[in-house]
């Protein structure tokens, strides 16, 4: 059950990126041409970005941004996250030809917020399985409960 789990769980997250990109795109901030197919296209390519080049991103920009970071007490990473959301906005924009981002950041914001809401809307728990292993190492750690046998 859990794969299948998994599966809809990216299904509806590549859903509500879809979604953000139809926003943002309404409210003229990016274009992607008239097909439904090329939103289905790019909301798969923004989700696999998110996956797998996104962490990096966000490592090499935490790293090159640890002064601000430190003088903001950690509230600069949301600037670092927004950047790097940017950052696969312009990829997924090189990548596909009818995608054209003409205002990176409120395009970048409408698809984060959007795509944050529905999927908080829908229960979308993507820290789910982290907190899960979390949970899995305390356990272990635990001392069992001395028995005493008479």
């Known amino acids: 059950m859990e794969p299948i789990r998994r599966l809809g769980v990216l299904i509806l997250e590549w859903a509500s ?3 953000g990109v139809a926003v943002a795109a309404a409210f ?3 274009s992607y041409g008239d097909r439904v197919s090329t939103l289905v296209v790019i909301a798969v390519v923004l989700g696999v970005f998110n996956s797998f080049l996104r962490p990096i991103i966000q490592m ?3 790293v090159v941004s640890l002064p601000l970071l430190i003088l903001t007490l950690g509230l600069g990473a949301y600037l670092v996250l927004f950047f790097a959301n940017g950052a696969i906005l312009y990829l997924t924009d090189s ?7 003409k205002r990176w ?3 970048t914001l409408t698809i984060s917020l959007t795509s944050w809401f529905i999927s908080s809307a829908l229960g979308i728990d993507q820290f789910r399985p982290l907190r ?3 949970e899995a190492r ?4 635990e001392k069992p409960e001395d028995v005493i046998d008479v």
């Open 132 to 134: 899960r292993a979390q």
């Open 60 to 62: 090499v920009l935490m």
């Open 105 to 107: 950041a409120w395009a």
């Open 28 to 30: 003229g901030f990016l």
């Open 17 to 19: 990126l879809a979604i």
């Open 138 to 141: 305390t356990k272990a750690k």
């Open 95 to 101: 990548l596909i030809s009818d995608f054209h981002v």
